[in-house]
């Protein structure tokens, strides 16, 4: 949506703004974000704090601008003079907020740098305009506010917004929150909605007002590039932290660390600048498209250089955040001073369609009405009759706000709908038989006691008929009251309330549990998506969980005797009720920890694990598998060198039998190596030469694939010079000791049909131009590819609408690779083997996006199946289970891509440097699978 707001008169302003219904463009329609009460599922009320309020006086005489709708005068109660409440939202001196009104619905207004209070001259006919709308507006205080911006950072100033709205969920009783930024508050709002905190599902909504970029301002200064190079240096040093010269910012104190982000190119700050690509555009803002944002851009904007095309930019950043309303104010400066009806007109439209809606209110008196129904029968209360007038009106209510919750729930294709049966090893496995109604009244208790079993390896299996019986239970009816209630908590008989869990290393140990309402009674009903993690010092792994399609579900823990030692054991909620797999998942994640046990497995002399043995050919032909990560050596003193490498282990730093064969010093991962069902071989320089020389590799895939590529040539086939490799090519690389050993490596990006954008997948295909340059390599008069390497990618997860629309995708992809082989064979040659590698777990804030694990582990199972079907896959490997043990938080990860290139730059989790090892284990078992016969 684009609104274009013309310049006109500012007078009268606040009165205009009182009276305004919306802005003058034609009616938006209906966000589909808004939902119920249950916004704030999982944020936990009364957390402990140590804030306090100071109410204002209510008989204070009102003045000009008084008009409000309250009884307390209004919020305004003369110019620069607001009523309301001033009160303390967290532990620090300067946590401190103002919120005009006494309403469950603010819009909270963010400054930018040296802003604090009162920071612009809309916010009084704006506060004027909420009141009428029965909307509270809040400024809050920051440690960036006023002068101390210099010395904070967008993560501290994420940290205290997430204390803010907290604050007003727990002592407010706040429904909804819309996110209001001016300038830097703009990268502010951006940063913390891609942080994935706790109390961030209550944000309904954000504008930005004025983003710009204060790196091509700064640009504009004659002493920036000087200061630009001595912030880097002085971070490459580690001294991030201390003050940069005065001549810096003459306005405020300021660290090496925030001078070079809101500087340096692609800083922490660097959002908005014109010169960025799309691709990075999209990277830094791309999440937004999951929340109902508006953009309020100032064409006359005084820190926007002359040279930028403000229209354009306006109009990428809005493409960037998955297509944001935008709103163009002609003349307007930046802080809209000069155009204040105009600012008031557009932010007052924007709340009332974007914020929490009628709905609302429908669904929690529909909530509320049903808790009087459903009260303990311990005393009966007589009631009057209703009279026909009221019965009329509960008639009406209730049918209304039935009308309207199948509306809502319909948005995705009826996917709020439960339905698949467990799958793989997560909480969507293999249903089981046989195993009794849970929920069903019975005379026998239930065994939900460890089960000890054979001693042998964990292992999993993704079920026959996979996609059709993920679509078969898609649409399965709920109809009982336990199938429609929501997941909260979870009861683990036999070890709930232990300090410490004494287990038998080398056994499988099996624990069931159940998942219980709000209530605390028992769910009866599968779909759960749990993140499990087992965790030691030397040991990671994702113990498999299967879902037993009734509210109860299986969890399987193995230590190899040789780890023997103690573990937390931690369980997640991620999403209920299979809402991970809907087309903008973000508003419905759960993501809530619910367990953490303490485990000591204790090595007993009678328990033995067969030994691993080293991968062969077969061993790839496991659609599923349940590795774990191990370590086998540690130097606590490394510290990351100035290339951002960890080099931790002395040179040719062996494996150890049967973990794995070769040096795990390669790895740089200071010990930790992955194993499966098999063992892998990790690959030297010399090794891989002889098995890849005169080979041409085909890689099909997303970005992943470019991390890959880039980490085998500069890791093991002798390359470091290569910085980077795009996204599509076609090269040959030759062996640096020996110029007559070479490679051919082609790469086709399959995310877009056109390699600059993004978020087609798998429809890439429907282009009729790439689907002929995909072809194009496989009608070579000198042959085709040796191997071809392929994944569905992450852009499937963003770009198609539900999951039966993705099967579609997935079966039009197999036949066209079919038809393209069937040429091959038709020539006379053979086509290629191919690999299917299984698209990574997303890390850290991704989780909860729409190319969450939930997701991408169903689309895997998909499109594995279509391929594997057409009889076109040679051998699997399951990178997201390889992922998944390092997906909670983003050291390993940005998010969307475990390879990242090394660099002693700060990291998107605030640390100095990255791990990239998971992508460079990757590479070995890639190998593994190409040369290993």
């Known amino acids: 949506m684009s609104l274009s707001l013309p310049s006109s008169s500012a007078a009268a302003a606040a009165a205009a703004a009182a009276s305004t219904s919306g802005s003058s463009s034609s009616p938006a329609a209906a966000s589909s974000s808004s939902t119920t009460t249950s916004w704030f599922s999982g944020i936990v009320r009364g957390r402990g704090d140590k804030s306090g309020t100071a109410k204002l006086s209510k008989s204070s005489s009102m003045a000009g601008g008084g008009s409000g709708s309250g009884d307390y005068g209004g919020p305004i109660k003369g110019k620069n003079q607001f009523r309301g409440v001033l009160f303390k939202y967290g532990p620090k001196s300067i946590q401190v907020a103002f919120k005009t009104g006494e309403y469950k619905q603010q ?45 904070s950072s967008l993560k501290q100033d994420a940290q205290e917004i997430d204390q803010l709205i907290n604050y007003l969920i727990n002592k407010e009783n706040s429904e909804g929150v819309v996110l209001l930024g001016h300038s830097t508050g703009c990268q502010d709002i951006v940063y913390y909605m891609g942080t994935n905190a706790a109390c961030s599902r209550a944000v309904r909504a954000a504008i930005l007002q004025a983003p710009v970029s204060d790196r091509e301002y700064k640009a504009t200064l004659p002493e920036t590039p000087a200061m630009i190079d001595l912030a880097a240096n002085m971070i490459k040093e580690g001294r991030e932290e201390e003050l940069m010269p005065r001549e810096a910012d003459p306005c405020a104190p300021i660290s090496a660390y925030r001078y070079h982000s809101l500087c340096a190119y692609m800083g922490d700050d660097d959002m908005f600048s014109s010169d960025l690509s799309d691709d990075q555009l999209k990277t830094r803002l791309g999440h937004m498209a999951h929340t109902p944002c508006q953009v309020i851009f100032s064409m006359g ?31 307007g400066n930046h802080s809209l001073s000069n155009r204040v009806h105009e600012a008031v007109q557009a932010i007052i439209g924007f709340v009332k369609r974007e914020g929490p809606s009628v709905r609302t ?39 209304l706000v039935f009308f309207l919750m199948v509306v809502v729930w319909s948005i995705d294709g009826c996917t709020i709908k439960s339905f698949i049966e467990s799958w793989r090893f997560n909480a969507y496995s293999i249903r089981l038989t046989s195993h009794g109604d849970l929920t069903s009244n019975t005379t026998n208790p239930l065994d939900l006691n460890p089960t000890r079993v054979k001693f042998s390896w964990i292992s999993v299996e993704q079920e026959q008929n996979f996609t059709a019986n993920v679509l078969k239970n898609w649409l399965a009816p709920g109809g009982e009251k336990c199938r429609e209630a929501k997941t909260v908590e979870i009861s683990v008989p036999g070890i709930d309330g232990k300090d410490l869990v004494e287990l038998t290393a080398g056994e499988i140990h099996e624990f069931r549990f159940q998942s219980l309402d709000d209530s605390g009674k028992r769910v009866c009903i599968g779909g759960d998506y749990f993140e499990t993690d087992l965790s030691g010092e030397n040991w990671k792994s994702r113990p498999p969980v299967k879902d037993l399609g009734n509210g109860t579900y299986s969890l399987s823990l193995q230590i190899h005797p ?31 920890k619910l367990r953490n046990f303490k485990l000591r497995f204790i090595k007993k002399p009678d328990v033995v694990l067969p030994e691993l043995r080293r991968c062969d050919r077969s061993d790839f032909d496991r659609d599923v598998w349940s590795g774990r990560w191990i370590r086998l050596g540690k130097n606590d003193e490394c510290e990351i060198s100035n290339d951002g490498r960890y080099r931790c282990l002395p040179d040719g730093f062996r494996c150890r039998n049967p973990w794995c064969d070769g040096a795990v010093s390669d790895l740089e991962s200071n010990g930790w190596v992955y194993s499966s069902h098999c063992s892998f071989k990790l690959f030297s320089g010399e090794s891989a030469w002889d098995c890849l020389k005169n080979k041409w590799i085909f890689f099909w895939g997303d970005s992943n694939h470019v991390d890959s590529i880039r980490n085998l040539l500069n890791f093991i086939l002798g390359h470091p010079e290569i910085g980077a490799v795009p996204r599509r090519f076609d090269l040959k690389y030759s062996n640096p000791k020996n110029s007559s050993e070479t490679v051919r490596i082609t790469s086709i990006f399959n995310g877009h049909w056109n390699e600059t954008q993004n978020y087609q997948g798998l ?25 071809m390497i392929v994944n569905s990618g992450l852009h499937d997860g963003v770009h198609w609408s539900n999951l039966r629309a993705f099967t579609k995708g997935a079966e039009t992809a197999a036949r066209f690779w079919r038809n393209v082989f069937d040429l091959v064979k038709a020539r006379g040659l053979q086509h290629p083997e191919v690999v299917f590698r299984n ?20 689309y895997n199972g998909v499109f594995l199946e279509k391929m594997k079907g057409l009889g076109l896959v040679s051998s699997v490997i399951d990178n997201f289970d390889m992922t998944y043990p390092w997906h909670f938080d983003n050291r390993c990860n940005d998010g969307v891509h475990y390879g990242r290139a090394p660099a002693k730059m700060r990291w998107r989790d605030g640390e100095i440097g990255h791990q990239y090892f998971v992508d460079l284990m990757l590479v070995h078992v890639l190998l593994n699978a190409i040369c290993v016969r």
């Open 361 to 399: 209110e429908m669904l929690r008196n529909m909530k509320s009405l049903n808790q009087l129904l459903q009260m303990p029968e311990k005393v009966v209360i007589p009631s009057p009759a209703l009279s026909p007038l009221h019965q009329w009106r509960l008639s009406a209510l209730t049918s």
């Open 562 to 592: 040789d780890f023997a030692g103690d573990y937390n054991l931690t369980v997640v909620l991620l999403f209920r009720h299979f809402q991970g797999l809907k087309f903008s998942p973000a508003r419905f994640a759960f993501n809530k």
């Open 107 to 151: 819009v909270i207004f963010i400054g930018g740098l040296t802003d604090g209070l009162l920071a612009t001259d809309y916010l009084e006919p704006l506060a004027i305009a909420l009141d009428k709308e029965k909307w509270s507006l809040v400024q809050l205080l920051m440690s960036s506010s006023y002068s101390g911006f210099g010395t």
């Open 839 to 858: 698209t990574i777990a997303t890390g850290g804030y991704a989780r909860t996006l729409a190319f969450n694990p939930s997701k991408m582990e169903v």
């Open 763 to 787: 429809d890439s295909l429907k282009d009729d131009g790439f689907r002929e340059l995909l072809k194009s390599y496989f009608t070579e008069e000198t042959g085709v590819p040796d191997v």
């Open 301 to 331: 904007d005084e820190y926007v250089p002359d040279y930028v095309d403000k229209k354009a930019l306006v109009n990428r950043l809005s493409k960037a955040m998955g297509g944001a309303e935008k709103v163009e104010i002609e003349h």
